[in-house]
């Protein structure tokens, strides 16, 4: 009997949540991302540098980036891989924490201004600037593509 009510928690966990986050517009499933730990999302008016990062199975190039603190990068996107990856820039905690939710829901798809999801030989573009020094992750939150080497770091100086 207990394990009957421990599913049916799960269950109606599951569902509960499913509502609450078709009932959320769309862009908006994220309400976590309204805070931003590595910084803010990019102004196009002012100048970037620009960042080229190749995603593919499992990893990305370059794996490790330096920035100034202030700087803002114009990370392009480029999918190489076979499948479809995600890129996603937070804390490693946030990350770990966000890599569960996906994992309940894999086809989730992010269009935060810290997110993105590039199909297959496709390119997409990310304008972030990074106002607070520290180290951020950007990870792939594709279901086991993080846990199979799918991070990169980012060092705010």
């Known amino acids: 009997m207990p394990t009957r009510i421990l599913r049916a928690t799960r269950v109606l966990s599951a569902i509960a949540l499913t509502a609450a986050l078709s ?86 798809e992010h269009d935060d201004p810290n997110a993105k999801r590039v199909p297959r030989s496709e390119t997409a573009e990310l304008l972030w600037a990074f106002t607070k020094p520290g180290e951020f992750e950007f990870a792939c939150l594709i279901p086991d593509h993080r846990e199979y080497g799918m991070v990169g770091t980012v060092v705010v100086k």
């Open 23 to 108: 009932h959320l517009g769309h862009g908006q499933a994220h309400e976590a991302h309204l805070h931003f730990s590595a910084g803010e999302p990019g102004d196009p008016q002012k100048p970037a540098r620009t960042v080229s990062i190749s995603m593919r199975e499992m990893e990305f190039e370059p794996s490790r980036i330096e920035v100034h603190r202030g700087e803002q990068i114009r990370f392009v996107l480029r999918n190489v891989g076979t499948e479809s990856h995600e890129f996603v820039l937070a804390t490693p905690e946030e990350n770990r924490k966000h890599e569960e939710l996906m994992k309940k829901f894999p086809d989730m």
